[in-house]
């Protein structure tokens, strides 16, 4: 799931995107065939980025493409910004079977193994994935 627009705010719009594979037959043999595409790229109307707003924006969109979170979901990433993080606590489905995306969590480490962590939060996935394993 991603947010982007203008700075102002006015028409943003928010992104989610699914992967699937599925198995096709090519040249007398089975391959994994993966598949990227857009679910929702819809405007987002709210001023404000909460994780609420966001977990109403997602429950619109899987609602009106009749997408049960509950049961049509098998995982779910959010880039582990609180909002969505947020947001996948509060959408019913997303909660259990969601979790920060694995690059997000690789460049927020590298950041943080530099000293460029802009966040105030002391991010512990961060310093699990820099810091030397205990003897």
């Known amino acids: 799931m991603e947010i982007f627009g203008p700075a102002a705010r006015l028409k943003n719009r928010l992104c989610v995107n699914i992967t699937t594979s599925t198995?096709?037959?090519?040249?007398?043999?089975?391959?994994?065939?993966?598949?990227?595409?857009?679910?929702?790229?819809?405007q987002f109307h709210e001023l404000s980025h909460t994780g609420k707003h966001i977990a109403n924006w997602l429950e619109e969109g899987f609602g009106s493409r009749?997408?049960?979170?509950?049961?049509?979901?098998?995982m779910y990433t959010a880039d582990g910004a609180a909002n969505g993080i947020k947001a996948m606590e509060l959408v019913p489905g997303i909660d259990e079977n969601g979790d920060v995306c694995l690059?997000?969590?690789?460049?927020?480490?590298?950041?943080?193994?530099?000293?460029?962590?802009?966040?105030?939060?002391?991010?512990?996935?961060?310093?699990?994935?820099?810091?030397?394993?205990?003897?």
Do not use: W, Y
């Open 103 to 135: 690059a997000h969590d690789q460049q927020r480490a590298i950041f943080h193994a530099f000293g460029l962590s802009t966040s105030s939060i002391d991010d512990k996935t961060c310093k699990n994935l820099t810091s030397p394993p205990s003897s």
């Open 66 to 74: 009749s997408i049960n979170t509950d049961k049509d979901l098998v």
């Open 23 to 42: 198995c096709a037959k090519k040249d007398g043999r089975m391959e994994i065939v993966p598949c990227d595409e857009i679910m929702i790229f819809d």
